[in-house]
């Protein structure tokens, strides 16, 4: 069954992105492919089932594919489609924000 998208282009794009955790993980994957554990680590405070959740939506919505390896223990890697990967542009503008958004509050209190 296939989702119906919103009209509105930016309420499209918040469906991909509208969760804290999405956001971070595409950002940890920009870098390149990562197990969970890594994720799970440069997350900090989520916890297993949180990230376990997120990695299924992402990967249903055709952001990021999962490999599994049959090995003892289990080896699982994740890693951006194209469509994931088209997200940077995005997050780009998100860093040069909050950056700014810093910098000025920064600036504020310092007076």
Do not use: H
Not at 45 to 69: C, D, F, H, P, W
Not at 75 to 93: A, F
């Amino acid at each position: 069954m296939k989702k119906e998208l919103p009209a509105c282009p930016v309420e499209t794009t918040l469906m991909f992105i509208s969760s804290r955790w999405s956001v971070l993980i595409l950002r940890d994957l920009m870098e390149g492919v990562k197990r969970f554990g890594e994720l799970k680590k440069s997350l900090g405070n989520i916890s297993q089932k949180v990230l376990t959740a997120n990695l299924r939506a992402m990967e249903e919505n055709g952001l990021l594919t999962r490999k599994v390896y049959a090995q003892v223990p289990p080896k699982v890697e994740y890693t951006l489609t194209d469509m994931g990967l088209s997200l940077k542009p995005v997050l780009d503008i998100m860093m040069e924000w909050g950056t700014q958004y810093k910098k000025m509050t920064q600036k504020d209190r310092a007076l």
